[in-house]
């Protein structure tokens, strides 16, 4: 195995290194892994028979078997042991070797080790993956961003192993610096919106119109097949199909309502904050995960607060809103992600192509959808595009559909149902394509005080008025 000179190595073997690797090997290349944990270095033979796999758990030996430069691809979990890891590499490599983190690693941390691996004559990039162990074995989405020396250099595997739509493969150089790493971190952002709107629709199906899971199943079904077909809502439509095997009733009954998250959401609520631009719909995403925590709390209240629900009459009509409401907040989830990225490029230097990043998220990826051709046609008639909302196509689909969007909105609420998601996006909607907000009030009660001025719409110019 010592004279074997692999083209690329990977260091852990967990469900997504190794399926990526199988990918890798499926397509022709010459790669390895590393693992402290023999049970995966044992796994990665047994599924990588075919190709004659083999992993390494000497660290030094896995160094020793790769070609140079040495390409090495790390997927493990984000944060410190990548720094620990990262730090075992160090001393064992040379100027020219290349380290690509894989992970869903923090843009800012992937910032400082390009800097600190550049500093050493190591290049080094972070790439954001898409699809899961699934999409990971037969086609992923990839967002690398930094080096771009680096990424040449491995631009053949990741295009052979990626997704492809009409040709097209699903991996894109993203741009410089940790730009790989934050569009991913936006993905996963709109990735929890989607999927809490479809957490709401199911809420108003099951306590609006009192649907049971067959009839959820049917319904997201009919969907599928039409303007909403996406990865997520196919998913979503099976999982209200699994019987439970420990009791013969349906699974998803049987889970309890705490939702969990590993952070990415978070970040992405964050940065939007830091740089002042406004994503409600995905915000209230991640409070919403938040909130379903407080389990004894919400039952208690359920008892002490309870209220009257109000009949809904034409089921076939309000099928058809619903569908409406769903496609809305579809395109509002991406449109808000978007315009994150735009902005972030512009503070970060990131030098971002929201059309190659729409391109991209079509095939391999979580968030992968039907509208997404539409949005990537969007941006390659304008590639400057300020908002997804401002594209003429975009604009004639909301007109036909708000409408909708209003009722189902107003009927939840009329029903007590918890909405944040569908009503945070209709709010966003309703506020930007207001030409005159209400917020001079708000300029004004600053200014009233504490003294912090306000502009004019008659005379250029700061002011402060004697409110007294």
Request: charged content about 25%; overall charge negative.
């Amino acid at each position: 195995m010592m004279n074997n000179k692999y083209t690329l190595g990977m260091i852990g073997l967990g469900t997504m290194g190794r399926n990526l690797l199988l990918n890798m090997a499926d397509n022709g290349f010459q790669v390895t892994g590393y693992d402290k944990d023999p049970k995966m270095l044992k796994k990665l033979e047994e599924d990588g028979k075919a190709h004659n796999l083999k992993g390494f758990e000497s660290l030094e030996e896995f160094i020793q078997s790769l070609e140079l430069p040495r390409r090495i691809m790390l997927l493990v979990p984000a944060g410190k042991i990548v720094d620990s890891v990262i730090a075992e590499l160090i001393p064992l490599l040379g100027k020219g070797d290349m380290i690509i983190d894989s992970g869903n690693s923090h843009f800012t941390d992937t910032s400082r080790r390009a800097i600190e691996l550049s500093e050493k004559g190591i290049h080094f990039f972070g790439m954001g993956i898409s699809g899961g162990e699934e999409g990971a074995r037969f086609g992923p989405s990839m967002m690398p961003g930094g080096d771009k020396a680096a990424y040449n250099a491995v631009k053949p595997i990741l295009e052979a192993v990626s997704a492809k739509v009409n040709g097209d493969p699903c991996v894109a150089y993203i741009g410089p610096g940790a730009s790989g790493h934050f569009v991913k971190m936006v993905h996963n952002g709109i990735e929890y919106s989607m999927m809490q709107v479809l957490a709401e629709t199911y809420d108003i199906l099951k306590n609006g119109l009192g649907y049971n899971n067959d009839q959820i199943y049917s319904l997201f079904e009919k969907w599928n097949n039409g303007r909403l077909k996406s990865f997520l809502l196919e998913v979503t439509r099976d999982i209200f199909k699994v019987k439970d095997e420990k009791t013969g009733n349906f699974l998803l009954d049987m889970i309890k309502d705490q939702a969990k998250s590993k952070g990415t959401g978070k970040w992405t609520s964050q940065v939007s904050m830091d740089l002042q631009l406004p994503i409600p719909t995905i915000n209230e995403s991640v409070s919403a995960r938040d909130l379903s925590k407080f389990k004894s709390l919400r039952v208690a209240l359920s008892k002490a607060l309870p209220h009257q629900s109000v009949a809904i009459k034409d089921t076939a009509e309000f099928e058809a809103h619903l569908e409406q409401a769903l496609y809305f907040a579809m395109i509002t989830s991406y449109a808000q992600g978007l315009h994150l990225l735009e902005q972030a490029s512009v503070e970060f230097k990131y030098e971002l192509n929201l059309k190659e990043i729409s391109q991209i998220w079509r095939g391999g990826c979580i968030i992968r959808a039907e509208l997404l051709e539409d949005i990537y046609q969007a941006y390659k008639k304008q590639p400057q595009l300020p908002h997804l909302y401002t594209d003429e196509s975009i604009q004639h689909q909301l007109k036909e559909i708000i409408p909708g969007t209003r009722n189902i909105v107003i009927t939840a609420i009329a029903n007590g149902i918890a909405i944040p998601c569908y009503a945070s996006a209709l709010a966003y909607y309703d506020a930007l394509r207001t030409d005159k907000s209400p917020l001079n009030l708000t300029q004004a009660q600053r200014d009233f005080f504490g003294a912090h001025t306000f502009e004019r719409i008659d005379e250029e110019g700061i002011f402060h008025a004697d409110w007294n």
